[in-house]
């Protein structure tokens, strides 16, 4: 059943052409956009469409999928080329093998069972096909920030609630970073994803190496976004694993 998530309060701020370079520079280190034409790529979680609309732009058949149904609506309003449906990453409604490749970014360690997510991803890839998950790196900066700030997620208090100075530093901040203008709202969604978001979830590059041995995956390199706190995984899927085995 669909019901209010947390990103359709906060939902994540559309991408900027910035951002969107940002994740062309980083995405591009391990995928080749000159070959995108034609190949059926699924974005998990796919928030207000940025990772789906490069993918797009680069000639991909882009399915989007986001268990918010604000963000859904944002994306299938914009991009209306993208094929944007509601649904779970932990049960994607999707046959086995369906996909040339599986990007989830940032999305995973936001989820319940961030394993189960990793598997469904798996399964939905042909064999062949890439997956491309990004999470939360274990013991960098902001895995320390985000449990040294569990008083800001205590007695059910939100973004909005912290003093409006640092709400305008943020915006601030993010205009100047962006180059283009940010409003109040923009600088308490990105708070609010930062440090509010009830689920956030830290893996150490050994323990993903581990799912994707365990899941038929070749693990072909991984690397960190600029501030180390993700790190991007770059598998291919060279196994049909029956479920058995999962
Ligand atoms: C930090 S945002 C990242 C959005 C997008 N991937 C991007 O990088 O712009 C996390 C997104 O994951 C989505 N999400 C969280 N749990 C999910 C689930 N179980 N199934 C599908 N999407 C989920 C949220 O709704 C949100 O849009």
């Known amino acids: 059943m669909m019901k209010t998530t947390f990103y359709d309060v906060y939902n994540y701020p559309d991408g900027s052409d910035k951002r969107k370079d940002y994740w062309r520079f980083h995405l591009g280190k391990h995928m080749d956009f000159s070959k995108l034409k034609g190949k059926k790529i699924l974005d998990v979680g796919c928030g207000q469409g940025t990772i789906s609309k490069i993918l797009s ?9 986001d268990y918010s149904k604000v963000s859904v609506e944002h994306v299938k309003k914009t991009y209306p080329k993208i094929k944007t449906q509601w649904g779970d990453a932990l049960n994607l409604k999707f046959s086995d093998n369906f996909f040339d490749g599986v990007v989830s970014i940032g999305v995973l360690h936001h989820t319940t069972d961030t394993y189960k997510g990793f598997q469904e991803c798996v399964r939905v890839t ?8 990004m999470l939360y790196t274990k013991y960098h900066h902001y895995h ?25 530093g943020i915006r601030k901040l993010t205009e100047w970073y962006y180059k283009e203008p940010r409003t109040d709202k923009d600088a308490v969604h990105l708070i609010a994803d930062q440090f509010f978001t009830p689920i956030a979830k830290f893996y150490s590059k050994r323990q993903v190496l581990k799912w994707g041995k365990e899941n038929g995956l070749m693990f072909l390199g991984s690397s960190m976004t600029f501030f180390g706190e993700h790190r991007i995984y770059n598998f291919k899927k060279v196994a049909e694993l029956g479920n058995d085995k999962k």
């Open 126 to 133: 042909k064999t062949g096909g890439i997956f491309l998950p």
């Open 57 to 65: 732009d680069a000639g991909a058949d882009v399915y989007a999928i």
């Open 144 to 168: 320390f920030l985000y449990k040294l700030t569990w008083f800001l997620r205590k007695n059910g208090r939100k973004a909005e609630d912290i003093p409006r100075i640092f709400i305008k």
